[in-house]
C-alpha cells in the first residue's frame, strides 16, 4: 500500500477566484489517484488533527516566531487578509496551514516506521516562506520544519531536501543553510521568482546545491542536471530520509513558468530518488495546470508502487 496523506480540509484555504494556488488543485490530483489502475493500492491516510499533537506548534516554532505565527493566527481570526501581494490569508488560512505541517509530520513518521515512500497531499505550500515572513502562496516552511522534525527521531542524523518545485525555495534554503545535519537541493528556472538561488550558493556546510535551469529546459537537461550534480550531492551526504519539495510547476503546460517537461518525467526524477534511498517523503509544492499538476502526481506515485520491493 502507497499512504496519501490527505484532508479535505486542505481546500478551505481560501484564495480567491482568479489564484492558481486554489483548492482544485488537489481535487485534480484526488480524482486521478483514484481513477489509476492501481487505486486499489493507496492508503489514504487523514492527518493527525492538531489537538491530538501538541508538538506540532512546538515544531513551527523551533522555525518561525511566535510573533510571526500569531500575525497569521490573528490575520485568519479578523476574517483574513494578505501577508504579500500573493499569498492570501483566508478565515481558515491558519487552522489549515497548520494540518499542513501535521500532515508533513505524519508523513515524516509514516516513512520512518515503514521504511517506504509516502506522499503529503497538502496546501497551502510552504517552500518560499521565510522564518518570519510569508511569501510566494507559502505560509509556514513545511519542508524545513519536517526535517528538523526527522532529525529529532532516533538514529536519523542527516536530512536532505531535494526541491524540484520551478521556483527555487528561498525560504528553505535560508532556513536550514546552517544546518551542517540538513543538506538543501533546488532545480528551479533561473530568474523566475523569487529569483535567488545562485548556483554559487553552498551553504556554510557545503550543505546547498542550487541548480538554475534555463527557460525551455527540457528533461534532457534535467537527467544531465541529476546524474553529473544531484545525484552525487545526494549520495555524498548519505541521508537517513529525504523529503522532497515535490512542486509541479516546471510542467511545459503550466502557466507559471517557462520549463519543458513533461508529467512523466517526474517519474524518472522520482526513480533517481529511489535509487537513494526508499525513505522519501514527497510533500506538495506548486504546480498550477490542473491536468499537468494531477498527471505529474500519478507518475511520481506509479514510480514508487512499481518499485516496490
Ligand atoms: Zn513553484
Same mark, same amino acid.
Given at each position: ?26 481535487? $485534480? =490530483? *484526488? +480524482?486521478?489517484?483514484?481513477?489509476? !489502475? ?5 492508503? @489514504?491516510? /487523514? ?126 534554503? $535560508? =532556513? *536550514? +543553510?546552517?544546518?551542517?545535519?540538513? !543538506? ?5 528556472? @533561473?530568474? /523566475? ?117
Amino acid at each position: 500500500m502507497f499512504p496519501i496523506i490527505y484532508s479535505e480540509f486542505f481546500m478551505l484555504h481560501e484564495t480567491g477566484r482568479l489564484h492558481p494556488e486554489r483548492p482544485e488543485r488537489l481535487s $485534480a =490530483i *484526488v +480524482e486521478a489517484l483514484k481513477a489509476s !489502475a492501481w487505486a486499489d493500492r493507496l492508503d @489514504w491516510q /487523514a492527518p493527525t488533527p492538531v489537538e491530538k499533537r501538541p508538538v506540532v506548534m512546538a515544531q513551527i516554532e523551533q522555525i518561525h516566531p511566535q510573533s510571526y505565527i500569531q500575525e497569521i493566527q490573528q490575520l485568519a481570526a479578523r476574517g483574513g487578509g494578505h501577508v504579500d501581494p500573493d499569498t492570501p490569508v483566508s478565515r481558515l488560512s491558519y487552522d489549515v496551514a497548520l494540518l499542513a505541517v501535521s500532515a508533513w509530520l505524519d508523513g515524516v513518521d509514516r516513512v520512518l516506521a515503514t521504511g517506504t515512500p509516502a506522499f503529503v497531499l497538502a496546501r497551502p505550500p510552504g517552500h518560499h516562506a521565510l522564518s518570519s515572513r510569508g511569501m510566494g502562496f507559502c505560509l509556514f516552511s513545511n519542508a524545513a520544519i519536517a526535517a528538523h522534525y526527522a532529525l529529532e527521531q532516533p538514529g536519523i542524523e542527516r536530512v536532505a531536501i531535494l526541491d524540484w518545485d520551478v521556483h527555487h525555495g528561498n525560504g528553505t534554503q $535560508a =532556513i *536550514v +543553510e546552517n544546518n551542517p545535519q540538513i !543538506a538543501y537541493c533546488s532545480l528551479h528556472q @533561473w530568474g /523566475a521568482y523569487p529569483r535567488t538561488g545562485a548556483g554559487s550558493e553552498r551553504g556554510a556546510h557545503n550543505n546547498v546545491l542550487n541548480i538554475p535551469m534555463l527557460a525551455g529546459s527540457e528533461v534532457a537537461h534535467y537527467r544531465q542536471a541529476f546524474e553529473k550534480e544531484v545525484m552525487p550531492f545526494l549520495q555524498n551526504f548519505q541521508p537517513d530520509i529525504l523529503i522532497v519539495s515535490a512542486g509541479y510547476d516546471a510542467n511545459a503546460a503550466d502557466p507559471l513558468a517557462g520549463i519543458e517537461l513533461q508529467p512523466e518525467d517526474f517519474g524518472l526524477f522520482t526513480d533517481y530518488c529511489l535509487t537513494l534511498t526508499r525513505r522519501i517523503v514527497f510533500g506538495l509544492e506548486g504546480g498550477y495546470d490542473l491536468k499537468a499538476l494531477a498527471k505529474s502526481v500519478v507518475a511520481t506515485v506509479e514510480r514508487c508502487l512499481l518499485q516496490k520491493s
